[in-house]
């Protein structure tokens, strides 16, 4: 989220910084702004792309040796052109550009407010940047110390690139939680999200870690941490090309984001939830707690893959709260004349936040009193702010048009909603509660294994390649997931797919059949696990072929299994976040050996804003 990039060094920076933000762009595209240091600090910043500022400055004098650039997924406050980066402090003194969230930031701006300070973004990076300009009034220290200090209040995650405008050769830079890579060029630094902007420039870098401050200067580049120790820097070589590295060395981001997902969703729950207080943190969700819990019904309203988070929402909410739960693809929704009634509670569930059928479905449901909460992906898009509350996903930029990451960061969502509307509501004993706040805090660390173990997904994409059909099948929570894995094959492969309830099956689709039909059992250990079992016998019986998803250490599924794709043991509220994994990599390697192009799979787009 968020791209950065920075030079300083003999030559003209604001070319440097425009290509390098470009590279950075699949981080974020919300607004885009430069600052650069020319007898003083310019800052030029706007909402959109980087293109469009570009367009939006020419004539203007960028002449200068020393800048920093952004180009930001927005977080705190809408995108916007105030709210676009850099920041300049109060005095106008520093500029600064951030990727991150500084979480206690409300509580570092009221004490600057009582301070008498005042802000004109939203954004908790230009409370960050006046902290330290603050401190460095008060202390009567030079801005590295400043930053130091400031640093060491802050929680949450960072990389701020500073420019002093009476100090207009150096660029101070420090991290926590981000990435930052430093270019070591002959009189010339470089700085990025990644190493993609300094590529042509240099091939020696040097990895900035947590808790790390640099003062870059054209012909000095000191480390330190935040104890002010110095720290000699790493100098590495690149051994990459520049398309490479664009997708983060993945060779598709299709593929990179499913392997995001252990931070994505770990971004997703941080500051939210804790485990150890037994608490979750949403505020919009509070806000409307009282009316959510007395809610007759709440209805999911989503397409695609989002439907399907809803699906499984539906059965995490019926059983914490026991409220009855609807799930509408939206497209059906508004056209319906659907009976709503006032207090009915609407989640629209959605990664882009701009399907034109979701958007609409909740704009109908709105006008007839309906409460809407939006679960959403891209913050400031349409649904987001049609909505009347919701919480954001935190997964990050998705450009991988098939949707994977997104998917999990939904279910992380919808059940800390779920926790929190039940445990109010005290429809879950305070155990229960407990442990599954516990258990899905240890969700990122159970994906990250997931991902460890699916080397053999790779020989299974080869094997089944050439199958004309498939049929994914699972029971209660995994249902739903079938149907995900379904949709992904379908998309990515154009490999026909239906996903069914397993019992269903024996209703009509068992006659597909025979020993040329692979059956994807989403099978994992839960209380319906016996009953999968059964119907894994029943296809076996008829020669179909047995792919399952288990959890590690079943034998009774691997038995009747031709293949599995192994998963670690979870609570079945939190299992489908796990049994995603292996059914979004075998679409994959599927899509790939059968030479598709999985990033951008024809007919479809990232964002369906038409009806
Ligand atoms: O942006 P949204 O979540 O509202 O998009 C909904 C669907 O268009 C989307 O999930 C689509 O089905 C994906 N291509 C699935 O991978």
Redesign the pocket.
Same mark, same amino acid.
């Given at each position: 989220m968020c791209g950065i990039v920075g030079y300083t060094g003999p030559r003209e920076a604001y070319p440097i910084i425009i290509k390098g933000l470009k590279r950075l762009e699949y981080r974020g595209y919300d607004s885009t702004g430069v600052a650069l240091q020319n007898g003083g600090l310019k800052v030029y910043k706007k909402k959109g792309k980087v293109a469009e500022l570009e367009d939006s400055i020419v004539g203007k004098d960028l002449h200068s040796n020393v800048g920093i650039g952004h180009t930001r997924w927005a977080t705190h406050g809408e995108p916007s052109d105030r709210n676009a980066h850099p920041h300049q402090s109060s005095s106008g003194r520093l500029a600064m550009i951030h990727n991150g969230i500084i979480e206690n930031y409300n509580q570092l701006k009221k004490e600057l407010i009582n301070k008498g300070y005042t802000f004109s973004s939203d954004t908790d990076t230009e409370v960050l940047l006046n902290f330290i300009e603050e401190i460095k009034k008060n202390n009567n220290c030079s801005l590295e110390e400043a930053v130091r200090v400031a640093l060491k209040r802050v929680t949450g995650a960072y990389v701020i690139l500073l420019l002093d405008s009476e100090d207009p050769e150096t660029i101070i830079a420090a991290r926590k939680g981000s990435p930052l890579v430093i270019g070591v060029g002959k009189g010339e630094h470089f700085l990025g999200s990644d190493a993609s902007p300094m590529l042509e420039y240099t091939k020696e870098v040097v990895y900035v870690n947590d808790y790390e401050l640099a003062i870059v200067k054209p012909d000095e580049l000191i480390l330190k941490n935040l104890g002010n120790e110095k720290i000699t820097p790493y100098v590495q070589k690149l051994d990459i090309e520049l398309a490479a590295i664009e997708k983060g060395g993945y060779e598709h981001f299709m593929l990179k984001e499913i392997f995001e997902q252990p931070q994505t969703i770990y971004d997703c729950l941080r500051g939210r939830l804790d485990a150890t207080e037994g608490t979750i943190t949403m505020s919009g969700i509070q806000q409307y707690a009282e009316q959510i819990m007395n809610a007759n019904r709440i209805v999911m309203v =989503?397409?695609?893959?989002?439907w399907h988070a809803g699906l499984i929402a539906e059965y995490i909410f019926e059983e914490l709260c026991r409220i009855n739960v609807e799930v509408e693809y939206a497209s059906e929704f508004r056209y319906r004349n659907p009976v709503i009634n006032k207090g009915d509670v609407i989640i629209a569930?959605?990664?882009?936040?701009?399907?034109a059928d979701?958007l609409v479905a909740i704009e109908n449901a709105k006008a007839k009193g309906a409460i809407i909460l939006g679960v959403v992906n891209v913050v400031g898009s349409s649904i987001a702010r049609m909505s009347h509350a919701g919480a954001y996903t935190h997964a990050g930029p998705e450009i991988g048009?098939?949707?994977t990451k =997104?998917f999990t960061a939904q279910l992380a969502v919808l059940t800390m909603i779920a926790l929190k509307i039940g445990y109010i509501k005290g429809t879950i004993p305070h155990k229960r509660y407990m442990h599954l706040l516990k258990e899905l805090q240890e969700v990122p660390e159970k994906v990250a294994w997931t991902l460890k173990h699916s080397d053999n997904i790779r020989a299974l994409a080869e094997k089944y390649k050439d199958a004309r059909d498939f049929l994914y099948l699972g029971r209660g929570y995994n249902f739903p997931v079938a149907l995900e894995g379904a949709?992904?094959l379908k998309?990515i492969s154009y490999i026909h797919a239906e996903g069914y309830p397993a019992a269903e099956m024996k209703h009509g689709p068992i006659a597909l059949v025979d020993e040329n039909l692979p059956v994807v059992f989403v099978a994992t250990k839960d209380s319906y696990h016996e009953k999968v079992i059964s119907n894994m016998q029943e296809i076996k019986a008829r020669k179909g072929k047995v792919i399952s998803v288990i959890t590690e250490g079943d034998d009774a599924s691997t038995a009747l299994s031709e293949d599995v794709m192994i998963v670690p043991e979870a609570d079945e509220i939190l299992a489908p976040m796990l049994s995603a994994i292996p059914l979004q990599l075998l679409a994959y390697y599927i899509g790939v050996v059968k030479g598709c192009d999985v990033d951008k799979p024809r007919n479809?787009a990232k964002?369906?804003t038409v009806e």
């Open positions: =989503a397409c695609g893959t989002s569930i959605s990664q882009s936040g701009e399907t979701t048009v098939a949707s =997104a949709l992904k998309e479809l964002s369906v």
